[in-house]
Structures are given as C-alpha cells and as structure tokens.
C-alpha cells in the first residue's frame, strides 16, 4: 500500500444540496435544476467496503479522468463489476489501485472518529514536536526537538527546543525504522543536544507519555515596538477550525496594539481548514471584502455542473467575519512577511498564494511542500455525508476533490513555493522561537526595518536532511479541508 502524506477536507460534501450518487450514472437535473440521484444499493452485500470505495472515487475523486476503471461505463454489467471489487486484497489496496499515481495526499481509514479527532485538534501527545534528521553525507539519524507543548509530560521533563534524540525505547535510530518508532504512543528517549556542529548525549532519559491533548495552534503572539514600529508576530501551527475565536482575538490584540507590520510563522503547519485560512488572510488585509481569494476546480462533472448552475459556489471570498459569525479583526495590511520551511503545507500554501496577488508577500525560509488541492471526507452513505451511513464498519475514505486556484490563475506549485529570502534552520544557531534574535524571525525584523541582515557566515552550518517528522503517520498530517459545500 502506498504511504501517502494526508491532505484533509472536513465536509460532509454531498449533503441534499450536491446528492453525490453511488452509481457510475452522471449528475441528473430536474427541471428544478436540482440534482437526483440513481438507485444506490449495492450489489453483493460481502463487497460493502469495496463497493464504497470504488462508488465514492467514480463519484468525486479530481483525478477521476486519470483512471480508466472510474471510467463510466467501463464495467459491461454488475457482475464484470463485483469481479472487479472482488480481485483486490483489501480497501486499502482497492483505494491505492484507484487513485492516480501523481496523487501523493489521498487517503482511507478504517477508524472515522480518529478522523473525526484530528479535525478537531484532538489527540494524544508526547508533548514534544520534531523533525527526523540526517547529517548530511552520514548514516546518524536523530530527532530534533521543534517545539513543546504546554502542559505536557515533555515539558514536565523540561526539554526544550533544540535538543535531540537518537534512541527511542532504547533502539538506536535508523533511515529504515524512525517511522514506526515514531508511531507509538508513549515512548523513552534519550536526550542530547548539538553544539559547533557535534552531537553530545546526557546521560537523561526521558519517557513521554500520550495523553488526550488538544492543541492550541495560536502558540505564540506578541508585539515588538522596535524603532518606532509596531511589528506583530503570530506562530499559527494549524488551521483548526475550533480555534478561530483564539486566531480572531489575536488580531484583536495585535490591532488594539497598533501593529502596522506583521510576521506570520507558518514553518511547522501543515495546514487545515480552508475557511480559517481565508479568515486568517482576511485578517491580515480586511480592504479586499468580497473579492475572490480562491477558485475551486473540481473533476469535469462537477465543474460542469457547478459552471452550469452555480458558478459562484467555485468562488472562495475574502470576507469580514468568522466562522462563528463574530466580526473580523482586520489589519488592512499592505504586505505581510511569511515564515516557511518544507514542512509548511496546504492551507499554509493557500494564505501565500490566495495573498500574493493582492499585497506583497515576503517568504522567509525554505521551499514549501507544495499542496495545492483539497480533500473531502466521505462516508458509506446515500449522500456520502455522516448522517445514515453504514453500521457494518468504520471506514471513511479522503480523496482529493478540487484544486484551487488564485485570482490571477496560479495553481499546479507541485515544488512548493519559493521563498524570496532563503534561509534553512541550522542547528548550531536554532534560536528561541519568538525572540528577536531567533534566525527567521530577525531576518523579517530586519527587513521590515531596512537594517543590514546579520552575518552569520562565522556560524558553521550542520546540514542535515530532513526525513520525516512527527505527526507523519497521522491522520491529519498535511491536510486542507473545506467545512460545508457552497450554497448552489
């Protein structure tokens, strides 16, 4: 089975507005111009999962065109089809089989309400946040510590940012088993830290235990008056549509502080909800209400129906309040510096691209990851929505459903964006995040203020590559996801 990182889309697609069919028929309108659907029964009862998998991908899946047997019609009868179903080993493998082989983010679960969690912000956690790395030119793998979570047994333990670990429960990292070392639920490591461009190991172990947590993903948020400037920093580590008051109030406090500069941290967020990342650029700008942030591209029958009955339900709008129908707190902005590394994905992407046609944006770091479509979740039921679905199991499948598109037609950064002003972390110079002096943010500060950056070139560089990360084999590892279709 393919691993796959994971891009998310939290709505129930298609409610009674949209009636996503089971069957391999084209959407129907009445004259009403609303749509209806064929019968959805399905064929061999011992192939319900099956049956599932393959009707929802024919139905909705934006690659649908890439695979000749989500083709309507390409089964001569129902048979030839529960042939088909019946050949593969698994949903899993049935759902690899489907989907295109340039889709690096669709994904099945056979665990919906673990789903369900991770869209809520929801899990259990260590408490720490790192990356896996590599010394360049070496086999020495290790963890590097981002960031902790507070109220956690990591910060109990009091580790911080910028230690390391090359052991977890006592065996020694490697390129080929981190992921599943990485994946269990509570764990011991041994802790380190890195010092001109060595590795130096304590003789502290620390084990971490995995508590239910939900994560605040407004980390930090501050204001510097720095030569007469206000400058705001906000560290936003997921687009989670629970926390949009905090991220809402934020800009509150940035506004009633007088901020005229702001710097967003967007280096370790993967993404999330589409509404809170229009809201997010909504508070940054606020003059541009009512213009298009970004454009949806579905699969050809959606388009066409959406062209066709609805253009505008295409259009996502910068607007002027939340999600919970409090007023945006907007700072009218007319460029705004982004901090970036190539763990920032998806809704993270979407603020870059959904701004830049609009004000100046300044990308600090490195190189995006470089998702730019969208996922749904759908459920085994009439309309694919939670509602009636199937008792007889627990699977839930996120495919990919549109792509999207910024006012002036960008789309397609399968390398990720760019940043203007490159600079990758470097463990000899890691730095406290939300403090003048850490890299990425003095950079911005510098710029913002004209001052010549600071050289760094007496500073040895410990290169490393990075190989994964925590969260990787999560659900919501890299997700965007919209939370209810647009009205037709």
Known sequence: MKLRNILMLNSLLCLALIGCTKDTEDIETNSQNEITRPDNSV?????????????????IYLYKSDIPELANGYFQNTNDKSEFLAKADSPEDL???????????????????????????????????????????TNNIFGIIRYILPGTSAEDAGLVRGNIF???????????????????????????????SEIFLTENEVTLTDDNYTENPVFIAKTFDIGGRKIGYLMYNSFIANFDEELNKAFGDFKANGVTDLVLDLRYNGGGSVESAKDLSSMITGQFKGKIFIKEQWNSKYQNFYETQNPEALNNRFDDKIRGGASINSL???????????????ASELVINGLTPYISVIQIGDRTVGKFQASVTLYDSEDYGKSGRSTNHTYAMQ??????????????????????ITYIENLNDFGVLGEQDEPLLEIAINDILGRSQTDKSQINRLEIELLGESGMNNLEYQKMYIDALPDL
């Open 166 to 196: 090359t052991e977890i429960n006592g065996q020694k990292l490697t390129s080929n088993n981190f992921s599943s070392l990485i994946d269990q639920s509570s764990f011991t490591i041994n802790v380190g830290y890195v010092e001109n």
């Open 95 to 137: 759902f690899d089989d489907l989907t295109s082989s340039i889709d690096r983010f669709s994904f099945i679960t056979d665990d919906f309400e673990s789903l369900e969690d991770s869209f809520d912000g929801i899990s259990g956690a260590t408490g720490i946040k790192f990356g896996i790395g590599r010394i360049a030119g």
């Open 399 to 420: 495919p990919l459903v549109f792509k999207s598109i910024n006012s002036a037609g960008r789309s397609d950064y399968i390398d990720g964006l760019q940043p203007d």
């Open 332 to 346: 009218n902005l007319p460029e705004v510096y982004i901090l970036t590394s190539n763990s920032s994905a998806s």
């Open 43 to 59: 064929d061999n009862p011992e192939l319900e999962v099956e049956s599932f998998v393959y009707n929802g991908l024919n139905e």
